[in-house]
């Protein structure tokens, strides 16, 4: 389903990942700085512990590597077994801010320039949902032909936030699908820009 749609990825990856790199660079040397001062200061005074949450995900091809997003949670036991509900409790106030507004993803610049991850592509899973979702969604591991994105289609199309059934997981891999079977350098400029006009939507409401 997915081979001639990968083959047209990888012939052109030089300028996907060109992209990526310059993208991320760009983000980290201006705006990552200032937001990783504030950001900081604002986590550690709302609750203990280190400014980053690191967990693993599943990327390209299947294979584990170590996501970063800022810290929107309370310490807690059950943060990679339990995905976060709307109204969770270990949600810190000011972590509810960064979920709602995406901007917790923001420290993800870093996995894009190691080449973990891509600016845009299918969101990357939590490895219990990977092993959870691959047995009972047909072709679910085919969205792990390309790097896991920042954004990615499913993300500007406002399929945001947790998944709390199996039909709304459902939706999403069918959107990641479709990215990957129709992948174009002007498919991920559009969503990139889907994406920013998403959030200062978001932000105006805050």
Known sequence: MTEKTTLNIDNFQWLKRGFDIIFSLCALLTVFPLSYVIFGLLIKSS??????????????????????????????????????????????????????????????????????????????????????????????????????????????????????TLEQMADRVRLDLWYVQNWSFGLDLKIVGMTIANMFKILNKV
């Open 47 to 164: 609750s203990a512990g280190p400014i980053f949450f690191v967990q693993k995900r599943t990327g390209l091809n299947g294979k584990d590597f170590n996501c970063y997003k800022f810290r929107s949670m309370r310490l807690n036991n059950e943060a990679h077994e339990v995905q976060a509900s709307l109204n969770d409790p270990r949600i810190t106030p000011f972590g509810r801010f960064l979920r709602r507004s995406n901007l917790d993803e923001f420290a993800q610049f870093w996995n894009v320039l190691k080449g973990d991850m891509s600016v845009v592509g299918p969101r990357p899973h939590m490895l219990r949902h990977t092993e959870y979702y691959s047995k009972i969604i047909d072709n679910y591991m085919d969205r792990h032909c390309v790097r896991p994105g920042l954004t990615g289609w499913a993300q500007a199309q406002g399929f945001n936030g947790s998944t709390q």
